[in-house]
Nanobody
């Protein structure tokens, strides 16, 4: 059974950086696309970033494009989200997610990779708080 565990969330000030990690156990991530989503209090879970199973395509929401970077390390079975120039509106619980399909055929379609239903396994989340 695949399990995901996020780490790295903490309280920071505007303009600072954080690096979130997601450690995957119970199965190799090779061949699977991975994503990051976030959920602020009282709001729906929103797409943040995704990386294709072949590590050739990355997607970002407009709100984080140019500030965040997603990467993967198949040897360590981890996916990382580097977050720079953080803003108060980045405050949320951040979740990593594991694609439900091996070698997903829709990795070239942003809308597919940004949908929560593309992912079958989720971590418990890590809290990121950005203050003024």
């Amino acid at each position: 059974q695949v399990r995901l565990e996020e780490s790295g969330g903490e309280s920071v000030r505007t303009g600072e950086s954080l690096r979130l990690s997601c450690s995957v156990s119970g199965g190799a991530i090779e061949g699977y696309s991975l994503g990051w989503f976030r959920q602020a209090p009282g709001k729906q879970r929103d797409f943040v970033a995704a990386i294709s199973w072949n590590d050739t395509i990355t997607y970002y929401s407009d709100s984080v494009k140019g500030r965040f970077a997603i990467s993967r390390d198949n040897a360590k079975n981890t996916v990382t989200l580097q977050m720079n120039s953080l803003k108060p509106e980045d405050t949320a619980i951040y979740y990593c997610a594991h694609d439900r399909l091996l070698y997903h055929p829709l990795i070239h379609i942003y809308s597919a990779c940004a949908r929560p239903n593309m992912y079958s396994t989720w971590g418990q989340g890590t809290q990121v708080t950005v203050s003024q």
